[in-house]
């Protein structure tokens, strides 16, 4: 196993940097939604959530920094203000998923369609009291937010990145039969295709076999095979 090092710490800055400047921007935009760059900034928004939440999947497998009290901010800081989730309970349930892939005992995985497996993904992760967070912080925020840009550039966005998480990232790499052990599946090589769709978790095999490189170094990984 690799030992991380302090540049995935600066990359997880990067994102959550990313993602905070331009939410903060966007909460202040005047919207017009006959405006192109509407719809643009909301797939935009999308991929910096979809980020957040990759960054907290980093901090699981202890890949942002050689200091575990490091990777365990990051990942409550990012599962935060991603949608109130408690990284303790994702921690678990993740590395549940790899530990035992393709089973019934995988939180991840349903012998089922795409919507029925989407719903049952959804629902292992969702508790009540994250909703009743959500809702408290969106009715505070509107006080001093325009309740469209909130909607549009925090709601929307965030709701939009757990179907490309999923999509991606677990219906994609584990739905059928595979002939391995990692029963998975990954994209055919293409990086920037790999990095918009998904922070090159779309190399799905590449990280079941190596969960110590960090999705910024995924790409190599998929070289090397």
């Known amino acids: ?41 909301i797939l935009l928004q999308m991929h910096l959530y979809t980020g957040l939440f990759i960054t907290a999947h980093d901090a699981m497998h202890g890949t942002i920094a050689p200091n575990k009290k490091m990777n365990d901010a990051a990942g409550f800081i990012c599962t935060f203000l991603y949608a109130s989730f408690w990284y303790p309970k994702l921690y678990s349930k993740h590395h549940q998923h790899h530990n035992h ?10 012998k089922g369609s795409f919507f029925s497996w989407y719903v049952r993904f959804i629902r292992n992760y969702l508790s009540i009291w994250q909703i009743v967070v959500m809702a408290i912080i969106f009715n505070i925020l509107k006080i001093w937010i325009p309740q469209q840009n909130l909607i549009l550039f925090w709601v929307v966005p965030s709701l939009l ?10 219906y994609l790499p584990h739905k059928g039969e595979h002939g391995n052990k990692h029963h998975s599946r990954s994209l055919p090589r293409n990086h920037f295709f790999a990095f918009i769709s998904c922070y090159f978790f779309g190399y799905h095999y590449e990280h079941h076999d190596a969960p110590w490189v960090p999705w910024w170094r995924l ?3 998929k070289e090397s095979k």
């Open 161 to 170: 990145s757990t179907l490309q998480l999923f999509y991606f990232g677990t």
């Open 101 to 110: 892939v393709h089973t019934d005992a995988d939180p991840d995985y349903h």
């Open 219 to 221: 790409w190599k990984v």
């Open 1 to 41: 196993m690799q030992r991380s090092s302090y540049t995935g710490l600066l990359i997880a800055l990067l994102v959550l940097g990313s993602w905070a400047l331009s939410i903060v921007l966007l909460m202040q935009w005047h919207v017009d939604l006959k405006n192109p760059l509407v719809y643009l900034f």
